[in-house]
């Protein structure tokens, strides 16, 4: 079972960029694909990235798509997400998770592992 703890996130204005990062421990880690998720107040989780396994292929929401880039690095045990041209709606809880599926999963359910969250606030 894969422990994962999110940091990185903080107050950045709009246009700024952050980089969060997600610390896998307790499992083997390059034996799931990964993604990141957020949640704002009163809204569902939203899908925002997926890698697979190797790191070789990456699928986004349209969303974030051309702003924000998902990686990682097996050999740390550590995927991030690098976010650019912040705007205030991407305000929200962002969250990395760890799948046994297959493919580019974008649903929660398909997701076994969570971390506890990270806060991302864009100031406009």
């Known amino acids: 079972q894969v422990q994962l703890v999110e940091s990185g996130g903080g107050l950045v204005q709009a246009g700024g960029s952050l980089r969060l990062s997600c610390a896998a421990s307790g499992g083997t880690f390059s034996s799931y694909v990964m993604g990141w998720f957020r949640q704002a107040p009163g809204k569902d989780r939203e899908f925002l990235a997926t890698?697979?396994?190797?790191?070789?292929?990456?699928s986004y929401a349209d969303s974030v798509k051309g702003r924000f880039t998902i990686s990682r690095d097996n050999a740390k045990n550590l995927e991030s997400l690098q976010m650019n041209s912040l705007k205030p709606e991407d305000t929200a809880v962002y969250y990395c998770?760890?799948?046994?599926?297959?493919?580019?999963?974008?649903?929660?359910?398909?997701?076994?592992?969570w971390g506890r969250g990270t806060q991302v606030t864009v100031s406009s």
């Open positions: 890698i697979t396994r190797s790191g070789g292929t990456t």
């Open positions: 998770a760890a799948s046994t599926s297959f493919g580019f999963p974008s649903r929660a359910y398909q997701y076994d592992y």
